[in-house]
């Protein structure tokens, strides 16, 4: 399933919750002298919200979805889907999705599961709960989608530290005869599974001594097998094609123009690769807001916080037609287009 | 594709380093102004120029902007 066109669904609102705490870049201690304002300028990111000792992506995404059940005055025992996007699950098992049924107060008449994947997260899990929606067979639904990698990337790496930074959100959908067609097109390449890793730990290799044993790779770069490794060399490589490439695909196959389009939401990996990419698919600037400067790359939390961060207003007031893209992990991507009228769209929520 | 061409891409990559430093001897990652994000430039430069797509293990096991020419010209 390259491509993928849903009916009788939308989205109906959104909402957003990242940690109070605030990191500023220009205080990073593996930085050499001047280098801090060159990876600023690089990659766009100035600060970025990072979770506190004990809190979990869980923890932003239960905020996030109780503050969005009050603002859609959603009856709790009407939403029948619960899907949790992330790679910082809560446990190993069971799935974190079932835990937050019983935390939101979920009926137990209700679907629960999560899904791996991480910045092309937000568009899978969307095709995916919209989908189970669009039969009817089930009414309401809540996509919950977050990321706490700040917990997987060691401090004294520069080539992953300074980049991740977290988030929790919530998407609620409904089934609705009347919706706007939604467009996707998916793709993967599993060959590329080691540019982002964290390769100790799981099943292929066991936590074992050795695991902890912090590795200096040269440059600024020191962490162990517990910790998430980013071939950054790779990972732009890949993005500045493969995202353009899904983007040209989905608007080609469902016959788009840029003009069609209000808004491009891109994954907010680093602004030298969103711009390489906004720059290949000839996208005015002001077609494609940024957050990343203010909250880093929050894995497959960035578009959902972004509608939140920079289209609250617009969101709420009028209809927007919008083209998401995610790419990365996996390796893997994916876009979407669709049309959202007058959302809900909560306050930006802070723990 | 001319190797002339090339080297006068890649050093328009950089700002601090005189461009008469930039021949396809030059073992590109003893400049001192060479980076990780420097990296990201010449692959950008590349996909851009020549599109092609440049892998990190190409930028790894490369010391010379020659060697990263012939890697380029062979993909074209």
């Given amino acids: 399933m390259a491509y993928s066109k849903l009916h009788n669904v939308s989205i109906i609102g959104v909402s957003a919750c990242v940690p109070r705490n605030i990191v500023e870049n220009k205080d990073y201690a593996i930085f050499e002298e001047g280098e801090a304002e060159k990876f600023i300028a690089t990659t766009g990111i100035e600060r970025r919200r990072i979770v506190e000792n004990g809190v979990c992506t869980s923890d932003l995404c239960f905020a996030a979805a109780e503050k969005l059940i009050i603002d859609l005055n959603w009856v709790k025992s009407d939403i029948e889907v619960l899907i949790f996007v992330s790679h910082t699950a809560d446990y190993k098992l069971p799935a974190t999705a079932c835990i937050l049924q019983d935390r939101l107060k979920l009926p137990i008449n209700c679907m629960c599961f999560d899904i791996t994947l991480g910045c092309s997260g937000y568009v899978h899990g969307l095709n995916v709960i919209s989908s189970l929606l669009s039969s009817g067979n089930s009414k309401k639904g809540l996509l919950l989608v977050g990321n706490t990698q700040s917990m997987y990337a060691a401090y004294d790496d520069k080539s992953a530290y300074p980049l991740f930074a977290d988030a929790g959100t919530a998407t609620a959908l409904e089934y609705n005869p009347d919706a706007n067609e939604m467009f996707y097109h998916f793709s993967t390449d599993g060959s590329g599974y080691q540019a982002i890793i964290v390769p100790d730990g799981g099943c292929r290799n066991p936590v074992n001594e050795e695991s902890f044993k912090m590795i200096d790779f040269g440059s600024g770069i020191r962490r162990s097998k517990l910790h998430e490794a980013l071939d950054g060399m790779e990972v732009f490589s890949f993005g500045i094609r493969r995202a353009p490439e899904t983007v040209n695909q989905l608007m080609e196959k469902f016959s788009l123009s840029t003009d069609d389009v209000d808004y491009f939401l891109f994954h907010q990996a680093n602004k030298f690769m969103n711009e390489r990419i906004r720059k290949k698919l000839k996208i005015p600037l002001e077609k494609t807001p940024y957050n990343i400067e203010n909250f880093g790359n929050t894995s497959c939390a960035t578009i959902p916080l972004l509608m939140v961060t920079n289209l609250q207003n617009e969101l709420s007031n009028q209809k927007l037609n919008l083209v998401l893209c995610g790419f990365g992990v996996g390796l893997s991507w994916g876009s979407a287009y669709l049309s959202v009228e007058k959302i809900v769209c909560s306050d930006l929520i802070e723990i | ?76």
């Fill in chain 2, 1 to 76: 594709m001319e190797l002339g061409d090339f080297i006068q891409n890649f050093a328009d990559q950089f700002d601090d380093t005189d461009a008469s430093t930039f021949t396809a001897e030059t073992n590109f990652k003893q400049l001192e102004e060479w980076s990780s994000l420097m990296a990201l430039s010449i692959i950008s430069m590349i996909d851009e120029e020549y599109n092609v797509r440049m892998t990190g293990n190409d930028i790894r096991g490369t010391s010379t902007i020659g060697e990263l020419f012939n890697i380029v010209k062979g993909r074209i």
